[in-house]
């Protein structure tokens, strides 16, 4: 028997067939979203502000008719031998649609709206809203806020549904459901609408079954009080159940059975902890691609500053699931790779035979910890974890005439280090242990000194996935589940989960080094981080001002 996972990313969707014996995985294949990430325009040419980002249903749709008659051909499987499917998805992205499923962008009279679009996870246009949603909370006592370190960020989802009531009232009218795109495919396959308690209790602000209550909503807005009546309905459903059946037209389009299972949807990272066998307390797991997921279970339920949530069972049953990040970390390195490293360095690289990122990190890995001089702050993207501010930005210090690429390249991987390590210890200060650091996805993957950095920096040993598609495997490990093939993750993980043999070990020398930064890399994150001196966010209403935003 086998079953499939689709894991929903940033720029792309994969499924992946796995046996569900062993977790061996048969058959996978990737469908990049045509419309990408819609960060200045949307497809008919209409401008967005500032910290916009958007993505198209359609796209999702487009992955399962691409993706899954794909894997099936290559891999010579039986459809009749898959008993069921499951998906991973970025979170939060919400999205507005009608009663039956229909996203409002579908519609004609949508189409040149950005707020009828999905809000993709990194849109932080609704800081504002996250302010107030904060700002309210504080005032009036709410309990709930220290579930998520303090601060509701701008990247979930009540901010982005107060963003559409505040700047779209219309818009807002026009909404029957919102929510998250995760929820929406699984109603697209199954003909049922579910919420997954995963994205429920991180972003959606339930804790133990509850929202708040209506006056905080009314509070916020006076047209925000029925928001859970009118907009938010839909029954939670727990994670590794059955959200229904594949209905027999999406069937015929992916060519796979009527009826088979179709598991309740969960989140890229959460969904990674068994497929990396971190079912028991105490394990970090890093799940590192555009951005970075730091996700573990404890058998306690502490306040941690700055975590994105701590929620019964939001990872694995019987345990608190506990969740922070980094809001940019592959998408930092990109950005370097495609905007600052000069023509000679992508000659090289032709001539090497490699690619650029690869090019990049040979030279670095060839100096010592220290030597390029520099210290950088990773918010490029803001900082998720533990500031929960996405009106920061990054920063470089200690460049000079002789400064190169490779250089500052390395000082990128190292801050994005320095980022965790700073995560590590909010949990620890408030007596989250953390015994053990598995790092999934592709950075790790691919990139040999960036795991070593990564180990230096923490003082730990690193694990690896032993998938390099962790989440895929994941959902496809809750669609065995589902299935009735295990009774629960549990027995899952332990059959199908996986971990690579090698472990790499700090070196102590880097080590102390490494402590030496750290400690001038805190300096600058408490005094551009906390108050301070707040030239980040003067920088940034300026460039809004010059731009007439």
């Given amino acids: 028997m086998y079953t499939l996972g689709i894991d929903f990313g940033t720029l792309s969707g994969r499924a992946l067939l796995v046996d569900v014996r062993d977790g061996r995985e048969i058959a996978t294949a990737v469908f990049d979203y045509p419309h990408g990430v819609m960060d200045e325009r949307l497809p008919s040419?209409?401008?967005?502000?500032?910290?916009?980002?958007?993505?198209?249903?359609?796209?999702?749709?487009?992955?399962?008719?691409?993706?899954?008659?794909?894997?099936?051909?290559?891999?010579?499987?039986?459809?009749?031998?898959?008993?069921?499917?499951?998906?991973?998805?970025?979170?939060?992205?919400?999205?507005?649609?009608?009663?039956?499923?229909?996203?409002?962008?579908?519609?004609?009279?949508?189409?040149?709206?950005?707020?009828?679009?999905?809000?993709?996870?990194?849109?932080?246009?609704?800081?504002?809203?996250?302010?107030?949603?904060?700002?309210?909370?504080?005032?009036?006592?709410?309990?709930?806020?220290?579930?998520?370190?303090?601060?509701?960020?701008?990247?979930?989802?009540?901010?982005?549904?107060?963003?559409?009531?505040?700047?779209?009232?219309?818009?807002?009218?026009?909404?029957?459901?919102?929510?998250?795109?995760?929820?929406?495919?699984?109603?697209?396959?199954?003909?049922?609408?579910?919420?997954?308690?995963?994205?429920?209790?991180?972003?959606?602000?339930?804790?133990d079954g509850q929202y708040p209550s209506p006056a905080y909503f009314a509070a916020l807005h006076p047209d925000f009080g029925d928001v859970i009546a009118t907009k938010v309905t839909g029954e939670f459903a727990p994670l590794g159940g059955r959200a229904g059946s594949l209905t027999p037209q999406m069937a015929e389009k992916l060519g796979l059975p009527a009826g088979i299972a179709v598991a309740v949807a969960n989140v890229d990272a959460h969904v990674t902890a068994p497929a990396v066998k971190a079912t028991q307390p105490g394990v970090m797991v890093m799940i590192m691609g555009t951005s970075t997921c730091h996700i573990m279970s404890s058998d306690s339920m502490q306040v941690v500053d700055g975590m994105c949530g701590v929620v019964d069972g939001g990872i694995v049953d019987g345990l608190y699931g506990y969740e922070a990040g980094q809001s940019a970390v592959g998408d930092i390195f990109a950005w370097f790779v495609e905007n600052a490293v000069p023509p000679e360095y992508h000659d090289a690289a032709r001539a090497a035979g490699l690619s650029l990122h690869e090019y990049l990190e040979r030279e670095s890995a060839k100096q010592k910890p220290g030597e390029h001089g520099l210290l950088a702050l990773d918010w490029w993207n803001g900082n998720r974890s533990t500031l929960v501010d996405t009106e920061l930005s990054g920063l470089l210090i200690g460049a000079t005439l002789a400064t190169r690429a490779p250089d500052i390249y390395r000082a990128l991987i190292e801050a994005t280090a320095y980022g965790t390590r700073e995560i590590i210890e909010a949990f620890e200060a408030r007596g989250v242990e953390v015994k053990e650091l598995v790092a999934a996805g592709g950075l790790p993957d691919k990139n040999a000194l960036l795991r070593q950095i990564y180990a230096d920096v923490t003082g730990r040993e690193l694990r690896l996935a032993g998938s390099s598609q962790s989440p895929a495997l994941g959902a496809a490990m809750h669609a065995a589940v589902a299935a009735g093939v295990y009774p629960d993750i549990h027995a899952a993980a332990e059959k199908m989960g996986k971990l690579k043999a090698e472990v790499v070990r700090p070196i102590a020398a880097n080590q102390a080094v490494y402590d030496q930064l750290y400690a001038e890399y805190k300096t600058l994150y408490n005094t551009f981080g906390r108050g301070a001196n707040d030239v980040m966010k003067r920088l940034k209403k300026l460039r809004n001002e010059a731009r007439g935003e």
């Fill in 45 to 207: 040419g209409k401008r967005l502000g500032p910290e916009w980002a958007l993505q198209h249903p359609q796209d999702y749709l487009d992955v399962f008719t691409h993706t899954i008659p794909a894997v099936l051909k290559d891999s010579g499987v039986d459809p009749a031998q898959v008993v069921g499917l499951a998906v991973d998805f970025t979170a939060s992205s919400p999205m507005p649609v009608k009663a039956d499923g229909t996203p409002l962008c579908f519609l004609d009279a949508y189409r040149d709206e950005p707020h009828a679009y999905v809000k993709l996870w990194k849109h932080h246009a609704s800081q504002p809203q996250a302010d107030r949603i904060n700002a309210v909370a504080r005032e009036r006592g709410e309990t709930w806020l220290q579930r998520y370190g303090g601060k509701y960020s701008s990247e979930w989802f009540f901010s982005k549904l107060l963003q559409i009531l505040d700047e779209s009232p219309a818009t807002y009218d026009a909404i029957d459901t919102f929510i998250e795109a995760a929820d929406w495919v699984i109603w697209q396959l199954t003909g049922v609408m579910t919420r997954n308690t995963c994205t429920a209790g991180y972003k959606m602000l339930v804790q």
